[in-house]
């Protein structure tokens, strides 16, 4: 991997470093200098998608699912009954969602514009959440067994919707066959799949300290070929007939292989992305990463990151509502006095994103809320739920919908919003949704084009993706606020007179002047505008040009 950066002579004294963080006059860290590797791209396919996240017990109930008998761990729950989110019930009540369910449904995502289904995990556990696998060698028979999840994978391919599913490689659950062998039995061949405190093991390290996840224990050479290595791995199974997942979410990633000592992170995330592209080449590699991402992500195991850092909190902390209820995720406080500027939400987008290669900041997932945080609508309106959806298909990355905001549902914490889904209702938001899935469908510079940044304010950021034969201009705002720009700042080319928006939402108009576009907000609004070519730039007008770059570039980064 090769890191770079730009210096930028421009005139008159002044001097310019371009890096992954932007444009300064002082010279930037190595840290975030841009980089290029050679390691192979993630599929070509994975950037084309717009994500739909399916926690399963919540999404859709078969008439299967009433003949199923509960679990002894689970408390059975109607449809309609209030979500139980703290307390030791919470993992315990089970709302009898399943795979053929979210089969039956299929017709709704397509209509949303979804092509690729991320099901958090589908194993037998003693949760609701499935996050404590007693095996991973099975369906949980509660979704309706390993028949079901081969008839929804193909009757989403039918459809042309792939499918991923979650993997737990920092940890299983106490109640894992694995486990079971190994506690209180050293002579078993599982004995070293786990961190022990104590010869009898009886005492052992539990992820978080959580005693219902021992931790997995990546020394262990039998458990890499059992779980990761090769074609009859757990990692393998999956993605080959006659399942046919098209590639995995990783849970905890950040933390997988790493205890006191040891950190085997690499040679994990190396070990299953080499065994995928042995069984399953083309499939697509997902990881979480809570926190600051890029020491994990040059493109050598995971494809691309599902972190918090470059997209959803900077996003939290511009758009929310101006309150004072605390809301933590990861033990981060979202609460900020007074909210952010849309200049650092531009700022963090790009500290959080800016030492991974391209390949990997282009497929990262851009996601608003998923089961682990609270719904943004609990703590933002309708329209600023519409400017965050806008952000999340136009920046790099992959935009993600978490089941259930097509519907506005809230939620005041990662528990409550694990809401069922209200079938019975409209889904007030869906036509938004679809009309942006579309946009970016349609638009190459939308799914794989570079960034440049034109402006970012108090309350509002303007940034166009461009290819050299396609390119939009995004302009996003929080209230009602204004901007102007130069038109050299779009370096050869304009916005089409004669082409309307490709979305709009609240009242954002545009006005043209020979030499500048001015953008009037109304409120929270976003817009997507294409932009086209104009004729070769002459010598002068391509000095002039690079002077209003320069102007955006200053406006972008003050």
Known sequence: MTS????????????????????????????????????????????????????????????????????????????????????????????????????????????????????????????????????????????????ALIRLVQAAHARGIRVIGDLTTNHTGDAH???????????????????????????????????????????????????????????????????????????????????????????????????????????????????????????????????????????????????????HHYGIPYEQTPAASAESFARAFRRFSAPMPWAVRSLAMNAIDTHDTPRFADRADTAAQLVAAGLSFTLPGTPVIFAGDEFALRGSDGEASRTPLPWTSDALLAPEYARLAAARAASPALRTGGLRWLHAGADIVAFVRELEDSAELVVASRSGTEISLPTTSLAGRTVDEFAPPAVTFGELTLDRAADRLRWRASGPTFGIWPLRTTAALSAGAAAEAGTGRREAFESAHA
Request: proline content about 7%; aromatic content about 14%; hydrophobic content about 35%.
């Open 177 to 327: 066959e694995w486990f079971r062998a190994a506690r209180g039995n050293p002579s078993a061949a599982e004995s070293d799949f786990f961190y022990w405190n104590d010869e009898a093991q009886t005492d052992y390290v539990a992820w978080y300290g959580v005693p219902s996840l021992p931790k997995l224990n990546w020394n262990s050479r039998e458990l890499r070929r059992r779980f990761i290595e090769g074609p009859d791995s757990v990692v393998a199974k999956w993605l080959l007939p006659p399942y046919g997942l098209d590639g995995w979410r990783i849970d905890v990633a950040n933390m997988t292989g790493r205890q006191g000592e040891d950190d085997l992170n690499r040679l994990v995330q190396q070990t299953v992305r080499r065994t995928m592209d042995e069984v399953a080449p083309g499939s697509v590699l997902f990881a979480e990463s809570t926190n600051d991402s890029s020491r994990d992500f040059d493109g050598s195991g995971w494809h691309a990151p599902m972190s918090y850092s470059a997209f959803t909190r900077p996003l939290w902390h511009w758009l929310r509502e101006q309150e004072t209820r605390p809301v």
């Open 4 to 147: 770079y950066r730009f210096l930028l002579n421009a005139g008159e004294g002044r001097a310019f470093w371009l890096n992954g963080e932007g444009l300064d006059e002082v010279e930037p860290l190595d840290a975030l200098d841009f980089r290029a590797t050679t390691f192979p791209a993630p599929p070509e396919w994975a950037s084309e998608q717009t994500m739909y996240q399916i926690f399963p017990d919540r999404f859709a109930r078969s008439e299967a699912a009433a003949n199923r008998p509960c679990p002894a761990w689970a408390i059975t729950a109607s449809w309609d009954d209030e979500v139980v989110h703290r307390g030791p019930d919470t993992p315990r009540q089970l709302f009898g969602g399943d795979l053929d369910g979210v089969a039956e449904r299929l017709d709704h995502l397509e209509t949303l514009g979804v092509t690729l289904i991320y099901l958090t995990p589908f194993f037998p556990a003693q949760s609701n959440h499935r996050y404590d696998a007693s095996t991973f060698g099975r369906v949980d028979p509660l979704l309706g067994g390993d028949e």
